[in-house]
C-alpha cells in the first residue's frame, strides 16, 4: 500500500464520516490558498520587444539596428519574479552567435551548428530563484544575422512574463535593449548591469525610450500621443481627484485645444462642457468630484488636448490613477483618436477592458498611457506552471486551464450541497474575470503577437485548451443566468470542436500535433475534454446535434482504446504506429468514466446511442471494480499491481460508480455503492489530510509505451490541480450516495 501521510495526519482521522466537514475543509484550504488577485495591470510599449505566436519574444536585432556592423553587439535586459523555487524550461533560437545569462551565470552559448541552422531550437533548463530573476541576452551581429528568438517551452502554459529593469521603469513590462555596441560589454568581461539600479549608471542609453523629447513634450497631451490628424477626432482621458473631506468648493482650471467636456463621480451629465478651445475656471461643490473624472476631448483648429488642475482653499490637488497600473507616468490614461462624433456614458467609457473602435474604423485600440508608444496591458501574473505542472505558492485565480475546469466544478457542486453561496461567487469570479475579459486578450493576441492574459482559450489548438473549463463556465451559466460574455466563449469553443478541430476518417478527434512528440494520437483525456462541454452547450442552446456528437465520440473511442481482456481503456493510440499504447492509465480511465457519467446524465432515455453507452458504462465499471486495492485506492496503471496507488483516479471512480448507483445505471448496485464508499474511505484515510490538502495525485501527463514511465517518471506532486476539484466531486457524490441509502 502507498503511504502519503501518517494516520494522525489524515482528515479522516479528525473527522471520521463527517464528509460535509471534509468538504468544507478541502474547499475551504482551496479558495484561502487561491485569492482573488485581479491581473496586474503594467505600462507596456508596443515599440519594444513583442512575442511570435508561440510565445517566443523576438530579438531581431537585424531589422532594429540597421546601421550594426559586422561584430557590433545587442544586449536585452529583463526582470522574472518567482515566488518560489521554479523549474522552467527555456529555448532559445539563434540567427547568430548568442549568450544568455541567468543571474549573471552563463548558461548558453551559440555554437557554429546552432546559429547556421535555420530551424535550430536549443532547450535551456533553467531554475528561477525565489523572488527576482535577472535575465541578459547578448546577441552578436554577423552576415548571416543578427539576434535570436527566447522564452518558455510551451509558453501558453508555463507563461513567462518578463519585467522591465531599472528603477527608471519599475512596474513596466517587456524587455529593455541596447545596440549597437562593443561585444562582451556585459556578460563576458564580468560587468554586469545592476538591473534595480539607474539606466544612466550603466552608460548605456536603453530602449525603448520612456520620455518625449523636448519638441514632443511641448504639444498639447492628445497631440503628442495620438498625432493631429486632418480629420476631426475625439479621445478620452480618466483619472480621479484626491478631494478633501471638507466641502469647499473645487475650483478648475485649464486650457483646451477644442470642445471639452468633464463628468465626475460617474454623473451622467458633464459638470463642465465646453464648446470651443481656450482657457476656462470654475467652480464645482466637492461632493461632485469625488469618483472617477472623465474628459472627452475633440480635436480643435490649434491642436488637440487639454491641461486641468484642480484646487481646493487655494491648494492644487492631485489626480490619482483611476486602477493601478505599474510603471504608468502620469495619472491619466487616455484612449484616442476616436470618432468625434460618437459620445458615450461614464459607465460606458471608465473600464480597463473597454476597446475602442478608432476614428478611421479600421481597427480597436485600448488604454494608453503619456509616454511613447505606451498603453495599458493586463498580465497574467499569478501562479505560473514549471515543468512538473505544479502552481508553487502563487494563487490560481483567473487562469483558464484544464485542471482548475475540474476545479471549478467541484467548488460549483461543493456550494450547492453545503449552501454555500460564498464558494458559488468564488468559482463564478474565477470564471468570470475569464470570460469578462475575452474580447481584450483576441485584440492583445492581434496586437502584440502573443496574448497576456487568457492563454489557452485565445489560442485554442487542442481540446485541452477548452473544453474542461468551457464546460464548468457552462454549468455556472446554466445555475446563475451566466453573461452574453460566457455565450460568446461558449460561441467560439463550440466552433472549434465542431469546424477547425482536427479529426480521423471517422470523424473521431484526435491530435494531429504537427512536428510534436504527440503527434497523429488520440488521447483517453479528451473525451473530458469535449463530451461534457459538447452536452451541456446541446442544453443551454437546444441544439441536440452537439449531444449526438458526444455520443458519436465515445462510440469511436470506445474502438480505438477500450481493451475488453482487461475491461479498462488504453490511455492512448498511436496513428503512427497503428495501435494502441495498452498502459491502462488510472487517471486516463479515470477521465473516460467521469465523462461517460456525464453524457449519460444528459443524454434521453430514447436517443440512438443510449443502450451502447450505457453497456459500455457498465462494462467499464466492472473492469474497474475488479482492481481496487485493500486500501481502497487504485493504481497509477491500473492493472500494474507494482505501481503506486494514485488518488485522482481513484476519486474518479468513486465518483463515477456513486453516480452510477445513485441513477440506477449498474445492474449490481450494491458491489458499486460499497467500492465507492471504500474508496472515499481510503482518499479521506491516506490522501487528504487535516488541513484538506490532497496528497498523491500525479502531475500533469505525456504518454508512452511502457508503464515505466507512468511509474517512475509521472509523480505525485502536493495539491495538484488535477485532483483538487475532483475530491470535491467525489464527496459531494458519496455524500448523496449516503443520503439515498439513508446512512448520513
Known amino acids: 500500500m502507498t503511504s502519503y501521510i501518517e494516520a494522525r495526519e489524515s482528515i479522516r482521522y479528525w473527522l471520521g464520516d463527517d464528509d460535509a466537514g471534509i468538504l468544507k475543509t478541502i474547499a475551504g484550504r482551496y479558495i484561502g490558498a487561491n485569492p482573488e488577485i485581479p491581473f496586474a495591470l503594467r505600462s507596456f510599449a508596443g515599440t519594444g520587444i513583442l512575442q511570435t505566436g508561440e510565445g517566443f519574444y523576438d530579438f531581431n536585432f537585424g531589422d532594429r539596428f540597421r546601421d550594426a556592423k559586422q561584430g557590433d553587439a545587442a544586449f536585452a535586459l529583463g526582470l522574472v519574479w518567482s515566488d518560489d523555487e521554479r523549474s522552467l524550461d527555456a529555448a532559445i533560437m539563434p540567427f547568430s552567435p548568442v549568450r544568455f545569462y541567468l543571474n ?20 535551456i533548463p533553467l531554475v528561477l530563484n525565489p523572488g527576482w530573476n535577472t535575465l541578459l541576452i547578448e546577441a552578436r551581429r554577423t552576415e548571416a544575422g543578427f539576434g535570436c528568438r527566447f522564452g518558455a517551452q510551451e509558453g501558453k502554459v508555463r507563461i513567462l512574463q518578463v519585467l522591465s529593469p531599472f528603477a527608471d521603469r519599475k512596474g513596466a513590462a517587456g524587455w529593455a535593449y541596447a545596440g549597437p555596441l562593443t561585444a562582451g560589454l556585459f556578460g563576458e568581461s564580468g560587468r554586469f548591469p545592476n538591473a534595480h539600479g539607474s539606466e544612466n549608471d550603466t552608460g548605456v542609453s536603453w530602449l525603448p525610450v520612456t520620455g518625449w523629447s523636448e519638441e514632443e513634450a511641448v504639444k498639447p497631451n492628445f497631440e503628442r500621443m495620438f498625432g493631429l490628424p486632418g480629420a476631426a477626432v475625439s479621445g478620452y482621458a480618466w483619472s480621479r481627484l484626491k478631494v478633501p473631506a471638507a466641502d469647499d468648493p473645487i475650483e478648475l482650471r485649464g486650457r483646451a485645444w477644442g470642445r471639452l467636456q468633464v463628468w465626475t463621480g460617474g454623473h451622467p451629465v458633464p459638470v463642465l462642457d465646453l464648446q470651443e478651445g481656450g482657457d476656462f475656471r470654475c467652480e ?38 483611476p486602477v493601478p497600473v505599474q510603471g504608468a507616468p502620469s495619472p491619466w490614461l487616455y484612449a484616442g483618436p476616436l470618432a468625434a462624433a460618437k459620445e458615450e456614458t461614464p459607465e460606458e467609457v471608465c473600464t ?8 478611421d474604423g479600421r481597427g480597436l485600440t485600448g488604454w494608453s498611457l503619456d509616454a511613447p508608444g505606451c498603453r495599458v496591458r493586463p498580465f497574467y501574473e499569478n501562479a505560473m506552471l514549471s515543468n512538473k505542472w505544479t502552481s508553487g505558492s502563487a494563487t490560481n485565480f483567473g487562469r483558464w486551464d484544464y485542471p482548475l475546469g475540474v476545479t471549478m466544478y467541484g467548488l460549483l457542486q461543493t456550494a450547492r450541497i453545503l449552501r454555500r453561496p460564498d464558494v458559488a461567487e468564488y468559482a463564478r469570479a474565477h470564471i468570470g474575470i ?49 453573461s452574453p460574455e460566457d455565450l460568446k466563449v461558449a460561441e467560439v469553443i463550440a466552433d472549434f470542436m465542431a469546424n477547425r ?31 461534457p462541454f459538447l452536452s451541456r452547450y446541446a442544453g443551454i442552446t437546444g441544439d441536440s446535434s452537439y449531444l449526438d456528437e458526444a455520443a458519436r465520440q465515445f462510440l469511436r473511442y470506445r474502438e480505438y482504446l477500450f481493451m475488453p481482456e482487461e475491461g479498462v481503456m488504453s490511455h492512448v493510440f498511436d496513428f503512427k504506429y497503428g495501435k494502441a499504447t495498452r498502459i491502462s492509465w488510472g487517471r486516463g480511465n479515470g477521465w473516460s468514466l467521469f465523462s461517460l457519467s456525464e453524457l449519460l446524465e ?29 486500501s481502497g485506492l487504485w493504481r497509477q496503471v491500473i492493472t500494474d499491481p507494482d505501481a503506486y496507488e494514485e488518488a485522482s483516479c481513484t476519486a474518479m471512480f468513486a465518483y463515477a460508480f456513486a453516480r452510477g448507483v445513485r441513477f440506477g445505471w449498474l445492474e449490481n448496485p450494491g458491489r458499486f455503492a460499497e467500492a465507492a464508499i471504500r474508496a472515499w474511505q481510503g482518499l479521506t484515510e491516506h490522501a487528504i489530510d487535516r488541513s484538506g490538502s490532497v496528497h ?25 490541480n488535477h485532483g483538487i476539484g475532483i475530491m470535491m466531486l467525489s464527496c459531494v457524490e458519496i455524500m448523496k450516495l449516503k443520503g439515498m441509502q439513508g446512512l448520513q
Not at 353 to 359: C, D, G, M, S, V
Not at 611 to 617: I, K, T
Open 352 to 359: 480597463v477592458k473597454r476597446l475602442f473602435r478608432l476614428a
Open 696 to 720: 498523491g495525485v500525479c502531475s500533469g501527463s505525456r504518454y508512452s509505451f511502457t508503464g515505466d514511465y507512468y511509474k517512475h517518471d509521472l509523480l505525485t506532486v502536493l495539491n495538484d
Open 501 to 531: 478541430l482536427e479529426r480521423r476518417e471517422d470523424g473521431a478527434f484526435y491530435r494531429l500535433c504537427v512536428s510534436e512528440y504527440s503527434a497523429d494520437t488520440m488521447w483517453a483525456d479528451d473525451l473530458y475534454m469535449s463530451t
Open 602 to 630: 444528459r443524454l434521453p432515455d430514447d436517443h440512438k446511442d443510449r443502450p451502447a453507452l450505457l453497456g459500455f458504462f457498465r462494462e467499464l465499471c466492472a473492469g474497474i471494480a475488479s482492481y481496487q486495492g485493500e
Open 284 to 321: 464645482l461643490p466637492a461632493a461632485s468630484c469625488r469618483g472617477d473624472w472623465l474628459v472627452r476631448c475633440s480635436s480643435g483648429p490649434s491642436g488637440w488636448g487639454f491641461q486641468l488642475q484642480a484646487y481646493h482653499a487655494g491648494e492644487e490637488l492631485e489626480f490619482v490613477l
Open 434 to 482: 475569464c470570460t469578462s475579459w475575452y474580447e481584450y486578450a483576441v485584440w492583445d493576441r492581434d496586437t502584440y503577437g502573443f496574448p497576456s492574459i487568457n492563454h489557452q482559450l485565445v489560442l485554442i489548438k487542442m481540446l485541452d485548451n477548452c473544453g474542461s473549463f468551457g464546460s464548468a463556465m457552462l454549468e455556472a451559466y446554466a445555475e446563475s443566468g451566466g
Open 104 to 123: 549573471e551565470q552563463l548558461m548558453y552559448r551559440s555554437g557554429a551548428e546552432d546559429e547556421m541552422k535555420p530551424d535550430a531550437k536549443i532547450v
